[in-house]
């Protein structure tokens, strides 16, 4: 089984959604798996933007590959529930405009 994973931690700032697009395109880039950058970095994009827009925290990014299947997460450090009371660092992206292209991607 092919695994692996990179992670890296990002201030809440508008200049850090560049700087996590950046990482992603490196770790997949490092990983020979440039053909999925542009989606990820898509992702990884819309999901930081409202991680640094609405929660006001730095954030995490986590690059994970198992088995050929990528796997990008976003995680702010905002402790409180979203809307649906699902805890920090479990909330979906229902009605931003990245949306669709979150939910093509998992």
Known sequence: MDRQTASATFPSAAAAVADARRFV???????GMEDAADDAVLATSELATNAVA?????????CRVED???RVEVRDRDGA?????????RRRLQHARGAGPRRRLQ
């Open 54 to 62: 609405y929660a006001g925290t730095s954030f995490e990014v986590t």
């Open 25 to 31: 395109r490196k770790v997949l880039a490092d990983w």
């Open 81 to 89: 529930p979203d809307r649906a009371g699902r805890p920090a660092g």
């Open 68 to 70: 050929g299947d990528i």
